[in-house]
């Protein structure tokens, strides 16, 4: 049993009571390849990041988490950290971009979060720094943790679980640590598998990595899918990228949007921007013709903006944020 592996199972027993097992639901589509979504919408705080959040917090040394957390996000691991932290007992401190969406931003602070906004640039510093001036907290990174990884692997046990046949995952890449966690629990059951990250036009800093060879950075243009959003790769992701991940697929703001409605009228389903990519990918047939889950990694979209994007099938302009 490779120690990936382990890692996933002991975090699957972590998680007992607190993430859920999300559905896995075929999607009704025009095309000739099956899709299935995994929903991971339906946690309780609407995203995947509960898992990973929740593993590392619980594996810490009590002493450690003690006088409160700390992480950077752009709303979805913010409210993992800081639900997990309430529900320690703990503080918890968010340093959050300024372009993070206020939906999530409201999420946070109902969960009793501490939000600091600071611009891009400072944001994405704190994941290499993992700390901040002033904050005396145990720092909880997003996606370059081992015990986060374990927590998102254990959705691929799931996966394999309850679609043993599967050929292939489309997988929202961010920081990576959803894909990598995914990735290497699900090739130590079924090497086979192929798995795909999938980046938004307006950020695609593992595609340019990848055929780099080393990490690099790329231009940035806030938008809708503000989950998925980085200019670069840590060089340990891009370690594990190259080892775990199949391929890569990019997909436009236009093909994003036409999946986040396609998952609402077929599915009633309601995906926020990064999902959107990796139901794209999936639908689009780029991952292959044979059975692909696309990992709905979250539902947390600002409402109007949903409501932008479902009501038109030529989505109005701009999608991407003023």
Request: glycine share 10%.
């Amino acid at each position: 049993m490779s120690c990936e592996l382990a890692s996933a199972r002991r975090a699957a027993a972590n998680l007992k009571g607190i993430a859920l097992r999300t559905p896995l639901i075929r999607l009704n589509h025009d095309a000739p390849n099956e899709v299935f979504l995994k929903l991971e919408s339906l946690q309780p705080i609407g995203s995947f990041k509960i898992r990973g959040a929740a593993n590392a917090m619980l594996t810490a040394p009590r002493e450690r988490i003690a006088r409160g957390v700390l992480t950077a996000s752009a709303g979805n691991m913010a409210q993992g950290v800081a639900y997990c932290a309430r529900m320690l007992g703990v503080p918890a401190t968010v340093v959050t971009p300024e372009t993070a969406p206020e939906t999530k931003l409201r999420a946070i602070a109902r969960l009793g979060g501490r939000i600091i906004k600071v611009p891009f640039e400072d944001w994405w510093r704190t994941f290499e720094t993992q700390a901040y001036p002033g904050v005396d907290a145990a720092f909880v990174h997003a996606f370059d943790d081992d015990d986060v990884m374990a927590g998102n692997g254990t959705i691929g046990l799931e996966l394999i679980e309850d679609l043993p046949d599967l050929d292939a995952i489309a997988i929202p890449w961010g920081g990576g640590g959803l894909t990598c966690g995914i990735a290497m629990a699900v090739k130590a059951l079924k090497p086979s598998v192929k798995i795909y990250a999938v980046e938004s036009e307006t950020a695609t800093p593992l595609t340019a990595s990848l055929k780099a060879g080393k990490p690099v950075i790329v231009d940035y243009r806030p938008s809708f899918i503000d989950g998925i959003a980085s200019k670069t790769v840590f060089p340990r992701m891009l370690e594990l990228a190259q080892r775990w991940v199949d391929g890569t697929i990019v997909v436009t703001l236009e093909e994003a949007a036409s999946a986040i409605r396609i998952a609402a009228e077929r599915a009633r389903i309601i995906a926020e921007g990064a999902a959107g990519c990796a139901i794209a990918a999936a639908i689009s047939g780029r991952a292959g013709a044979g059975k692909t889950v696309a990992i709905v990694s979250g539902g947390n979209i600002d409402l109007r903006k949903f409501r932008e994007i479902v009501g038109s099938e030529t989505p109005r302009k701009p999608l991407t944020q003023s």
